[in-house]
């Protein structure tokens, strides 16, 4: 893309002045008692609202001391190890959690498969969406490319601005339905305009659950395993809800609150997770490993690793950002329940590709750098792999691309943003408007 030349050199002397009249230093926020990032001083989270669609433990009150305990997801009232042992041989499973969530009730087989068929009838496109919008201007960056896709499905709805239940029911369905046409059709856009390589557009095929779609639409045969789609599903529900509070479904109860239609609030939340500190940390996690196999000859050296990972936690190495990616959460504290739940479908799929030298790797990473950690930080709330440690190992053992990894984050999310869309419109609640203090000086 073409830019004024005059422009950018303007913006450059503008850069000084705009970056000294717009910090503020943290000592400020300190001082005022404003918690940044609305987290206080030890990583709790300010209370901005009530959610009944899935709760996260990370400690519990003993005694009135607050004590770090393994990591706990609930959707709906269930454990998510529970749901996923009741779906572990159903590629259907994200279908039955999507249900969950937006209904609040586990279905029965009747309403499963009624449910199932609802998203089969309307996944498809409108005519000449595919060509007319998302071959148009393709990009490696794919949740742009949906975001647009997303915004411009409004225009076919003549009812895009109707928030009754009924209708955002009909709408969150859709939506469901046709987001991993979106990713995956976006992606070979860019893979043959951009990378010159073949393209082929497969229609979704009936009766297959959406983890059997992503995998047949993405591959030129069309071909994959029952273990494949099973991996792939469980992957969909783990990544399917994550509270009220983590950035994208905060994003999505803001812009629902407002009063703004559907298309408009999972657009915004696209442009929230698309963000490197929300939906892109497994993407950092693949490529800090393979600096490390470039790095460290000898996988079995467990000396070798703890000494590799002490220097990039001390920015000496990888991308110098002092930071072990897939390592500690935002919320879990002694272990992460989805990564706990998900390293056994890794190891299964790991094995049947023939990576166990790799696997064998990422468990002695998972052993050494929390203790690397401990040795250089004071960790207040312990440090464990979180399920971006190996998500990314798995999509790439799947054959998808590193430009699909986030796209896929948001092909199972969209059903959490649903849910909390419909939980805020019920409630009927105010516009979300948080205060600012000014600490402008008057002149």
């Known amino acids: 893309m073409r830019y004024d030349e005059s422009v950018r050199r303007y913006a450059e002397t503008m850069t000084g002045l705009c970056m000294e009249n717009n910090y503020i230093p943290d000592e400020k926020y300190k001082e005022l008692g404003v918690y940044r ?38 959707y709906r009232g269930y454990r998510v ?39 089969e009838e309307v996944r498809t496109l409108p005519g000449n969406f595919v060509r007319d919008v998302i071959m148009k201007a393709p990009t490696r960056d794919i949740m742009n490319s949906m975001a647009r896709s997303i915004l411009t499905l409004s225009s076919y709805d003549e009812n ?21 046409m979106l990713a995956i059709y976006a992606y070979h856009a860019y893979n043959h305009y951009q990378n010159l390589s073949s393209m082929y557009i497969h229609r ?8 059997e779609n992503i995998l047949a639409m993405l591959r030129p045969d069309q071909k994959y395993t029952k273990l494949e789609a099973e991996v792939l599903d469980v992957a969909l529900v783990l990544h399917a809800e994550h509270g009220g509070g983590n950035n994208s479904t905060f994003t999505t109860r803001v812009v629902t609150s407002s009063g703004s239609d559907i298309y408009s609030a999972i ?39 703890y000494d590799y990972l002490n220097k990039i936690l001390e920015g000496e190495a990888f991308d110098r950002k002092g930071l072990i990616y897939g390592m500690g959460h935002a919320i879990y504290s002694k272990s992460d329940p989805r990564e706990r739940i998900f390293r056994e479908y890794v190891g299964r799929l790991a094995e049947d590709k023939g990576r166990m030298n790799e696997l064998a790797l990422y468990r002695a990473i ?22 971006d440690f190996y998500s990314g190992f798995v999509y790439d053992m799947l054959g ?22 419909l939980e805020e419109i019920t409630g009927k609640g105010k516009i979300i408007r948080p205060a600012y203090q000014s600490v402008m000086k008057k002149r």
């Open 37 to 74: 990032g609305l987290r206080d001083l030890n990583g709790k989270g300010v209370l901005t609202g009530l959610t009944g669609i899935s709760e996260i433990n990370s400690f519990r009150t003993i005694d009135g001391e607050r004590v770090p305990i393994d990591g706990e997801l609930w």
């Open 81 to 119: 190890e529970d749901l996923v042992r009741k779906y572990s041989t159903d590629v259907f499973g994200f279908e039955k959690t999507t249900y969950l969530l937006l209904f609040g009730n586990l279905p029965d087989e009747a309403e499963s498969q009624l449910f199932v068929h609802m998203l």
């Open 160 to 180: 895009y601005m109707l928030t009754d239940i009924t209708d955002e029911i009909r709408k969150s369905i859709m939506l469901i339905s046709t987001f991993p």
């Open 204 to 211: 979704p095929g009936p009766q297959m659950s959406t983890a």
């Open 267 to 305: 657009a915004a939340a696209m442009s929230s997770l698309k963000g490197p500190r929300h939906g892109g940390a497994n993407i950092k996690v693949m490529e800090m490993m393979a600096d490390i196999r470039a790095h460290v000859t000898d996988w079995n050296d467990k000396d070798a690793i």
């Open 366 to 387: 998972e052993e050494i750098a929390p203790v690397v950690i401990n040795d250089h930080r004071k960790i207040y709330k312990g440090v464990s792999p979180n399920i």
């Open 400 to 421: 998808i691309p590193q430009a699909l990894y986030t796209p896929l984050f948001a092909v199972a999310r969209i059903a959490g943003w649903c849910a909390h869309r």
